[in-house]
């Protein structure tokens, strides 16, 4: 069956640093990766859209990549803050089927 | 300001009392869509409309119903609420579906059935 998977440890790190989270697949072929951050008992905020034929998409301090040989999508944020302190959510189309797939998400906290 | 509106934020039912939760998105879109969110599971598509009359099923339909008379409206109903039904829910838009760019989500509607 079609699935997601997405760290559900908490990923913990120091303010300024790098964080990276893992999106990772199994029997998808995904024309269509978004990104989303959800704050606590809020609704999910869209932060990036990727496609299959694109390798990386940058926006100020974010940039996604999107490995279709390793079923893989990498999110990183670099120079990170306690405000970036959410659940990040990742989520999957593979075209035409109005039906995304979404990830269980998972929370990354930064500390000061 | 571009929003997706649901309400109630929160409701307390009982089981089989039908009860509607109102979606309302002043974008103009075209796709509109409801999820329902448990702890561990994710976000999972209850049922999408890709435009005025136009709606099908999502992941997990059973125990709703929807309806999209005009475009800017999309409640989901449940005529008879079961306890496996408690759930955050969030209904969502974008102009044309996912592919496109981002879904604008509600604020949420947190639904306990006793």
């Known amino acids: 069956s079609q699935k997601i998977e997405q760290n559900s440890e908490a990923l913990n790190i120091q303010e300024g640093k790098t964080a990276t989270l893992t999106c990772n697949y199994t029997n998808y072929s995904p024309a269509y990766l978004q990104w989303y951050r959800q704050d606590p008992g809020r609704g999910p905020v869209f932060l990036l859209l990727i496609r299959e034929n694109e390798k990386e998409k940058r926006k100020e301090r974010l940039k996604v990549t999107f490995d279709t040989t390793l079923k893989q999508s990498l999110f990183h944020i670099t120079a990170s803050q306690p405000a970036d302190s959410a659940t990040y959510l990742c989520a999957l189309d593979s075209g035409g089927s109005y039906i995304p797939t979404f990830g269980r998400g998972t929370s990354l906290i930064v500390h000061p | 300001e571009a929003q997706v509106t649901q309400n109630p934020r929160y409701l307390i039912t009982v089981t089989g009392k039908k009860l509607t939760v109102t979606c309302s998105q002043n974008m103009n879109h075209e796709y509109m869509s409801w999820y329902r969110q448990d702890p561990g599971l994710g976000l999972r598509q209850i049922y999408y409309?890709?435009?005025?009359?136009?709606?099908d099923k999502g992941d997990v339909p059973e125990g709703y119903k929807v309806s999209r008379k005009e475009k800017r409206n999309f409640p989901l109903i449940l005529e008879s609420p079961s306890p496996n039904q408690t759930s955050l829910y969030f209904c969502?838009?974008?102009?044309?579906?996912?592919?496109?760019?981002?879904?604008?989500f509600g604020e949420g509607s947190r639904l306990t059935v006793l």
């Open positions: 409309s890709m435009n005025v009359e136009v709606t």
């Open positions: 969502a838009s974008s102009y044309d579906g996912f592919n496109t760019g981002e879904l604008f």
